[in-house]
């Protein structure tokens, strides 16, 4: 029984190194499947109670006899070899699992899956005719530049709001009109929703083939005031007042062609002073009616005033002058005001204008784009120039000669008035240039239409003479000296006329809407009448005796007409909106 139990055992010991020999085979060859499987390792899958052989080899030797029995009967025992793992992938080229979001609600998480479709390239937009006219899509590259200050075709605003407006640059950006440098760049476009703000007008805008953006839009709206400080030019007025050196004789007292006589008033011209007014406009653009406007606009000078007053208290001699035509004392002559030791008195002249209009335009943009711009403008134009002369005198008699008993008095009134009404037709064109906040306009208006003249001449002279019992006759006569009855009356007249006009000035934006500008206006009127020129200075004298004229009715009314210009300097506010 013994001798068996020790051939089984010798047995089981020559069977132990084949086992062993193929184990190291069968890790060979896992080895060599494939490095993908780094994990596995033949140390892995040594033989079980392993740790009790390794406790063996370290005992006394007297005890080993014993260990390698436990080891045979342990080595009965076949290892399980590992499972194929040959198509396993690494762990270290998993992709991570994705993190579900805990905010999506469950709703949201079972919605069937939406197809969307790939964004397209960048693209360039070029836009060749009106009828082409689409808002910019957003996120798309467009070729822009740089124009008046303005970006063309949109850009990136390199800046932050600021109530409500963009800060570019350390500039105002309002309604999508940044004042940049020039140049030029490839730009973002950005959402341009409205028509007005994407709109393609082609050459109008003076860049053919390119798409509008804000820089080409106008406000809807405007309003503009002004003030005006204006000079008008003179009317030719005749000699109305003149004096004579001390000394001078009766006879040739204020007679016109003497060495001794000086001109007070007149012969010169009257009304060349200048005065304050204002202009007010307000207009409105229809940008989808491919940018036509119109504006309403009036403007007015008040009175240029001229007065002249003398006494005797100050000139010892006054006299009004004239020309006699009256059979037998034909020549110069003149109707004495004050003489020392015979009269006592004063004259007076006042003369004043004035200048108002208004205006009706319709406008078209020819051209726009952030730096220049071109407008045409045509409509309806009024204008009125209202001028008067008038000349009061007083005189009382101190002494005899003069044929009045002492204290009598004498009042002479004579006036004159010429009202002018333009009605025409005026086109225009209106040209601007803008550096970032700096803005220079100039426009050119010419009208032409019909002056319609109104010319009223009147006066009136009022005499008292003292009466021997006492008390005073007093009594009135229409006509003074200048305005008798040979020319007396209102007269009316029509006549072709033009009135070209010039302006220019320079603004600058002292917010993105609000513009301070400064300027000079000029405006010239042909065929006016001015009160002074319709002055007549040869007199009949014999109309006024009671036998009645005799000879050549003068004065008498002949309309004669001039040319009017005024120009000033305005200072005006212009707010956009």
Wanted: a negative charge.
């Amino acid at each position: 029984m013994k001798t068996a139990l020790v051939l089984c055992g010798l047995a089981a010991a020559c069977a132990l190194p084949t086992a062993g020999s193929a184990q190291s085979a069968s890790e060979t060859q896992a080895t060599a499947a494939g490095s993908a499987e780094p994990h596995r390792k033949a140390s892995l899958f040594a033989p079980r109670g392993s740790r009790k052989a390794r406790s063996a080899a370290s005992a006394p030797e007297g005890s080993r006899e014993d260990s390698r029995a436990d080891a045979r009967e342990e080595a009965l025992v076949v290892p399980t070899p590992p499972p194929d793992m040959s198509d396993a992938v690494p762990l270290g080229m998993l992709p991570p699992l994705p993190l579900r979001d805990p905010a999506i609600s469950e709703r949201a998480a079972v919605q069937p899956v939406q197809h969307v479709e790939p964004l397209p390239p960048p693209r360039s937009i070029v836009v060749d005719s009106p009828s082409d006219a689409e808002p910019l899509p957003a996120g798309e590259y467009v070729r822009g530049e740089y124009v008046e200050g303005e970006f063309i075709e949109g850009g990136f605003l390199d800046g932050e709001i600021v109530d409500g407006e963009y800060v570019v640059d350390g500039e105002y950006v309002v309604d999508g009109q940044p004042y940049l440098d020039d140049g030029f760049d490839e730009r973002i476009v950005g959402s341009i929703p409205a028509w007005e703000e994407a709109q393609v007008l082609g050459p109008a805008h003076g860049h053919p083939g390119r798409m509008c953006d804000a820089r080409c839009r106008v406000h809807r709206y405007w309003g503009r005031v002004d003030y005006m400080y204006w000079w008008f030019s003179g009317a030719a007025t005749p000699p109305l007042v003149t004096t004579s050196s001390a000394g001078t004789g009766r006879a040739n007292a204020g007679i016109l062609g003497l060495s001794t006589t000086r001109t007070l008033v007149g012969n010169a011209d009257l009304g060349a002073g200048g005065a304050s007014g204002g202009r007010v406009e307000f207009g409105r653009w229809f940008p989808e009616r491919g940018n036509l406007g119109w504006h309403f606009a009036y403007s007015g000078i008040g009175e240029v005033e001229d007065h002249y007053r003398y006494d005797s208290a100050a000139t010892d001699i006054l006299a009004r002058p004239f020309f006699s035509v009256e059979p037998g004392a034909t020549g110069p002559n003149a109707e004495l005001i004050a003489f020392p030791g015979e009269l006592d008195g004063s004259v007076s002249v006042q003369h004043t204008a004035s200048l108002d209009g208004f205006e009706f335009m319709f406008r078209k943009m020819l051209a726009s784009g952030p730096r220049r711009r071109l407008q045409v403008v045509a409509g309806y134009q009024h204008n009125q120039l209202d001028d008067a002369l008038s000349i009061r005198d007083f005189k009382r008699v101190t002494g005899g000669g003069g044929g009045l008993a002492v204290g009598s008095t004498l009042t002479e009134y004579d006036s004159f008035a010429a009202d002018n009404r333009f009605h025409g037709a005026a086109i225009g064109v209106l040209a601007s240039s803008r550096n970032r906040c700096w803005t220079i306009d100039m426009g050119m208006q010419l009208a032409l239409g019909n002056t319609y003249t109104t010319v009223d001449i009147d006066g009136s002279t009022t005499s008292s003479v003292p009466l021997a019992g006492g008390g005073v006759s007093t009594s009135a006569s229409s006509g003074g000296l200048l305005a008798l009855g040979t020319n007396r009356g209102s007269y009316e007249s029509d006549s072709l006329a033009m009135i070209p006009q010039l302006h220019i000035g320079v603004g600058y934006d002292l917010l993105p809407r609000l513009r301070l500008s400064v300027g000079y206006r000029f405006l010239y009127w042909s065929q006016v009448a001015r009160a002074a020129e319709q002055i007549d200075p040869g007199l009949n004298l014999s109309q006024l005796d009671p036998a009645g004229l005799s000879g050549d009715p003068r004065p008498r009314y002949a309309l004669r007409y001039a040319d009017f210009w005024a120009q000033g300097i305005n200072l005006g506010l212009d707010y956009r909106y």
